[in-house]
């Protein structure tokens, strides 16, 4: 009898694709929506890796443009109020918000360092927003696939026990396709989790980095106006 059950476990197909297709409706749309989130988190992370990679370098091109010697008035001129690069959006905003601050007699606007830092933070707090993009789809994947999955299998374990109960029988060939099945689902769930949370705190890591050289840029940038409005002042 042994012989006979193992012999009918065999001619089993528990390739993924055949697990897949003998898998109930419910798990089959677990798995797709797991399989739907690897996916888009792959192309986020991706994305965000090129992302931070090309951030990393304009700031490193910049930062030799600026600290280059020319004056600041010419290095503005060449970049453009609108330039493609993140740190020359916001050198951009501070020089605009400079220019503005400069009264038809020469002379300056009052506020003219508070409104440059602000103007400097909201631009970094634009490009925050763009860095960080997509993090959050990648932190909810992570904290949630697992549990996805694991709703997957205990819906497959259920139909497995159901299936027990109906053909009275709790040998190899018919337990095993549908415990296979449902642990699929977990599998599927860790799958789409571990790279996402592994990327995820890579990716903010870096994020942070690029930001707090923004930053510090930004704080460099305004002391030199400021030595400038105490010139003028003087």
Same mark, same amino acid.
């Given at each position: ?6 012999a ?7 390739s ?27 192309a986020?992370?991706?994305?965000k ?29 060449r ?15 501070g ?5 503005r ?27 925050a ?5 997509g993090?959050?789809f ?15 299998t205990?819906?497959?374990i ?18 095993a ?14 799958? @789409?989790?571990?790279? @996402? ?11 942070d ?11 460099e ?14």
């Amino acid at each position: 009898m042994e012989t006979d059950t193992l012999a009918a476990a065999q001619q089993i197909d528990f390739s993924l694709l055949a697990l897949f297709l003998r898998a109930t409706f419910t798990v089959k749309i677990v798995m797709l929506v797991l399989i739907a989130a690897s996916f888009w988190s792959w192309a986020i992370i991706i994305q965000k890796t090129l992302d931070m990679r090309r951030a990393r370098e304009e700031a490193r091109a910049f930062d030799a443009d600026f600290w280059s010697g020319e004056p600041l008035d010419t290095v503005y001129d060449r970049v453009g109020p609108e330039p493609p690069g993140a740190a020359a959006r916001i050198f951009a905003a501070g020089m605009t918000e400079w220019r503005r601050s400069h009264r038809k007699d020469g002379g300056l606007i009052a506020g003219t360092q508070a409104r440059i830092e602000r103007a400097m933070n909201v631009a970094i707090g634009r490009e925050a927003d763009e860095l960080n993009r997509g993090l959050t789809f990648l932190a909810t994947v992570g904290s949630i696939a697992p549990f996805v999955g694991l709703f997957g299998t205990v819906w497959g374990i259920k139909h497995a026990f159901e299936e027990i109960a109906l053909q009275q029988s709790t040998n190899l060939a018919v337990v095993a396709p549908g415990i296979a099945e449902a642990l699929l689902a977990t599998g599927l769930g860790l799958l @789409a989790a571990i790279p @996402a949370v592994i990327f995820f705190n890579k990716l903010n890591q870096d994020s942070d980095a690029v930001l707090g050289g923004y930053e510090g840029f930004a704080d460099e940038f305004a002391m030199i106006l400021s030595r400038q409005l105490d010139k003028a002042g003087a």
